[in-house]
């Protein structure tokens, strides 16, 4: 049964700061590693997609790695800002398209 | 695109009541999820529909909670009789393919008193 872990789970950073966030999966068989970002009181805002196939992805300031032989993704936030505030979570998608959600990383970044 | 649409926004019952909610998936979007999430917590998947057949309802507690995907499009999740301990938010999101982003919806906040 797959699990995932995400640390730390709370982090608080001036702004500016580059910072990483961890996701750990115990099953590596699976077809991608998603991140999402869930702002208070809303749903989940897909962020990147990494396929199994791929070593990271980027969008924008945002960088995600992905190292299935260890079980571990990393997203990589630089220049972050106070709009960055949220909280982050990866999901790793195995076969028959189940996602399965760490419990997410709650970001304050301080102006 | 439209996104995924959720009703309604909050919800506020006392227990051994019944309630429904309700889910309109991003159009062609043949796969459908619905997740309970309790606060400080990753969402925790309920059932999953690939048009309107269940393809993963394991973690759903069948003795109290329902759901159904009319057509392949709409769908409703009901909770009867409801627990103190089903006071959660419970989204539904909606996906193309296995290998496409997850899109999600605001979520419906449950409060069972």
């Given at each position: ?111 | ?35 309970q999430q309790i606060?400080?917590?990753?969402p ?44 959660a938010v419970?989204l ?22």
């Amino acid at each position: 049964k797959q699990e995932v872990t995400q640390i730390p789970a709370a982090l608080s950073v001036p702004e500016g700061e580059n910072l990483v966030l961890n996701c750990s999966f115990t099953d590596s068989a699976i077809y991608n590693l998603q991140w999402f970002r869930q702002d208070p009181g809303k749903g989940l805002t897909s962020l990147l997609l990494i396929q199994s196939s791929q070593r990271e992805q980027t969008s924008g300031r945002l960088n995600a790695s992905l190292d299935k032989s260890s079980g571990r993704s990393t997203l990589y936030i630089a220049a972050s800002q106070p709009g960055d505030s949220a909280t982050y979570l990866c999901a790793a998608v195995g076969y028959g398209q189940n996602f399965v959600f760490g419990p997410g990383t709650r970001l304050s970044v301080l102006p | 695109e439209a996104g995924v649409a959720q009703s309604p926004r909050y919800k506020i019952i006392e227990k051994r009541q019944s309630v429904a909610f309700w889910c309109n998936p991003i159009s062609g979007h043949a796969t459908l999820y619905w997740y309970q999430q309790i606060l400080g917590q990753g969402p925790k998947l309920l059932i999953q529909f690939q048009n309107n057949g269940v393809v993963d309802d394991s973690q759903l507690p069948k003795d109290r909670f329902s759901a159904e995907r009319l057509k392949g499009v709409d769908s409703t999740l009901k909770i009867q009789p409801a627990k103190l301990e089903d006071s959660a938010v419970y989204l539904c999101a909606s996906s193309l393919s296995y290998n496409s982003p997850l899109h999600f919806g605001n979520g419906t906040r449950l409060t069972v008193t």
